[in-house]
């Protein structure tokens, strides 16, 4: 493994997923942040499939401002999303990113949309 940031985030990322597990009930919400944008998927691990997923690439958040304000709206549309699937709690996995900033964002954007982690 490298010792440079990424290898560093991916290493902490492994420690995080031993944890970190999602279930049917209980799906992880799973973050990934570029330089550009955040991307969020929530995943039920058991089966390996992808519930919902959300970005600030879409169109309805592209034009929301800061990149912190487009991870709250990520958040937002992630939490509307998931209402439809009537899934309400989660476990965050925050990717190896340190919870500050654009990932804070998009955790609270999520709790302001209802759900809970």
Sequence with gaps: ????????????????????????????????????????????????ITLVAASSKEEAVANA?????????VGKLLAERMKEKNISNIVFDRGGYLYHGRVKALADGAREGGLEF
């Design 1 to 48: 493994m490298k010792f440079n940031k990424e290898g560093r985030r991916r290493k902490i990322h492994y420690r995080i997923r031993k944890k970190v597990t999602g279930t049917q009930q209980r799906p992880r919400l799973s973050v990934y942040r570029s330089n550009k944008y955040i991307y969020c998927q929530v995943i039920d691990d058991i089966t390996g």
């Design 65 to 73: 401002g800061t990149k912190a304000e487009q991870a709250k709206q």
